[in-house]
């Protein structure tokens, strides 16, 4: 059974910064691409970012490149995101998936940015 826990989210001023993490367990983690995406209230959930099973290759959403970092540590079955320069809009609920559709997505944890 996949299972993915995310965490490192908060409150946070604009222009700063978060790392989240995610764990992951049930599946071989190091084989797969692995995605963060986003939920914003009323809006549809988001891809933001992917990184290949390697780890060697990313990509990112227009609205993140350059502020955001998406990497993996296959040793420890973890993936993060650093979150660098945020902006009001980055507001979501943040999950980390198996697949680009985020079905197979942990519970989320919520990065809220507020001055």
């Known amino acids: 059974e996949v299972h993915l826990v995310e965490s490192g989210g908060g409150l946070v001023q604009p222009g700063g910064s978060l790392t989240l993490s995610c764990t992951a367990s049930?599946?071989?983690?190091?084989?797969?691409?692995m995605y963060w995406v986003r939920q914003a209230p009323g809006k549809r959930l988001e891809w933001v970012a992917d990184?290949?099973?390697?780890?060697?290759?990313?990509y990112y959403v227009d609205t993140v490149q350059g502020r955001f970092t998406i990497s993996r540590d296959n040793a420890k079955n973890t993936l993060y995101l650093q979150l660098t320069k945020l902006k009001i809009e980055d507001t979501a609920m943040y999950y980390c998936?198996?697949?680009?559709?985020?079905?197979?997505r942990g519970q989320g944890t919520q990065v809220t940015v507020s001055s």
């Open positions: 998936a198996k697949d680009i559709a985020g079905v197979n």
């Open positions: 049930g599946f071989f983690f190091e084989l797969h691409t």
């Open positions: 990184i290949t099973a390697d780890g060697l290759r990313t």
